[in-house]
Structure formats: C-alpha cells, structure tokens
DNA sequence: GCTTGACCCTCCAGTCACTGGAGCCTCTAG
DNA sequence: CTAGAGGCTCCAGTGACTGGAGGGTCAAGC
C-alpha cells in the first residue's frame, strides 16, 4: 500500500506520515522503486497513533503508548499512569485558561466598545499591578 | 536604564525584550557603549506587553494592542474587537480540552492500572472508530 | 593598575509537530 | 507519447521564546 491510501485509511495526513517515519514512530518497507510500501500492521499503528495525538498526547507519549500497545507483556499500570498524567495536564490547562478568560472577559464587559478612546481594557494592561523584581539595591 | 533593570521592572526577561525588539515591538535608543537605553515609555510598553501576553494575547495581537494604546484617538471598539475575538478563542479552547478531558477521563476510568496487559486505554485507541457510529435510526 | 565578576552584546541553534514548497522521479491512462 | 496524479528528498518556516558560545564593558576591591 502507498502513502496516499495509509493517509486515506488512517486518517493522517501524506505529510505527517513521513514525518512520523523520519522520527522513527514507523517503519515502513519500501518497494523497488523507493516508495514506501505500508502493511496492515504499519496502518494500524498510523491509525493508533492518529487517535493518541488527537487526544492531545505528544509525540514522546505516543512513542511510549506505542511500544506499549505492542507489548504484550506490558502492565496496564503504565499506561494508565501516562494516561493520567497527560489528563491531569489538560485538568491544569483548562484552569489556567478559566482564569484567563475570567480576568479577560471582565475587562471586556467593562469596555463600552465605541468610537471614544477611553477603554478598561487598555487601563486594566496598562495599570494591572505587576511588582518588580528587586535586585541589589534597587529602591521603590 | 539598562536592559536588566528593565527586565526588573516590567517582570519580561533579558531575553524576551531582546527578542521583542528584534521584532520590532520595542525600539529602545542605545547608549555609546552599545548598551540598550531604556526610558520610562519603553518599560512601560514592556510592562503592557508582559500583562497582554500572560492573558494570552498572541504577538501580532500585542502589537495591535500596543498601537492601540499609543493612539489617543483609538477607539475603544476596536480594542474590544481584539479581546472579544481573543476571549471566543480561550473559550473554544476550553471546550475542546473538555472534549478531551472526558473522552481521556473514560479511558482512564476504566483501566485497572495493575501489573496485567489488558487495557481499555489502548483498546479504546486502537479501536476507536474513525468516524462517529453510526445508528440505525440516525440515517446516513 | 589589575583582577574579578556581573552585566551587556550578537549570532546561531533548538524547541514542538508539523506544513509548504522546490525540484525531481515514477506510474498509469488515453 | 504525453499528461497528470502521485511518489521521493531536502530545506525553510511557523510561535514565542530559550540556551549557549564567544566576546565586550563596567564597577568594586586590592
């Protein structure tokens, strides 16, 4: 099978396939005359690895949670805490973004959003306390 | 005022107002030496860039922001168009790590996590249909 | 005057996960 | 024989820094 139909029956992109040969995520055999020849084994791991991105794990955890898919012997603890860990990361990002988006939409509310100048978002960038650092002797 | 007491005082580092001169978000006189000269203005657009970037501004939209703030005849529409397109971005963010959170969370939740191979984590990888099921009564 | 060390400078490379494009080769259909 | 689709490699760019090499400048202390 030729790039072109392993992108259409994994759902990755030509593109990203041969970037994911080029890091070593897959290695497909080549034919004669150079073009990579995928087999169903190969196409399995693409469509793997097409679902383990599109839920946000990088590319080191799919290189992990690949050679644990193909390990028979692999303990389902080590999945689970890599798993886990990835889910509490996006647990923080979602935080983080509410706290943006709560301090942002504050402004927003506040600005009239007309032709005058005067504007909370601008006063609250401009004006948002921010303490220095101190070094040495820096004074107030 | 040089570049680290700068640095101090608007909370950037060294490196990033470096960086954000290079493209051309800062344009500090230099001194003799060679040193970067900081005036007030300057630390203050720095201290403005520190506070839009940690609500997530993207840079062009900082350099929109800024310029907005150096115009006295801004009006305020125009800066809240920028944060509100800001704000619906963080929002559909958000919604798309929930997505993950719970499909992630699923998996998670049913995986034992012993010593034991069988996992629903890489089950649920290896498995998950491309498209969404299809139902009998859900035509297509 | 000299040394030390903090601070400053520029330029280059790396991050992450692709993505676009140039320039070329191969295959298949008509 | 030709056209077009698809394959190949290699290089560069994305965003927003960050680290490091290799070197210059300055102020304090001896």
Redesign the interface.
Known sequence: MNIGEAADQS?LPVKTIRYYEQIGLVRPAREANGYRDFRAAEV?KL??L???RS??FSIEDCRT?LS??E???????D???V??E??DQ??Q??AE??T??A???H??AR?????????P??A???E?P?Q????RD?GA
């Open positions: 759902g399995r469509a793997f097409a679902r383990a839920l946000g949670l644990l898919y390990d028979g012997q692999r303990a389902s603890a999945v689970k805490r798993a886990s990835h889910l996006i647990s990002k979602i973004l509410e943006l988006k301090s942002l939409s402004l927003v600005c009239h959003g007309d032709e005058r100048p005067d504007c978002i601008l609250g960038l401009a948002a921010k220095p650092k101190r070094r820096a």
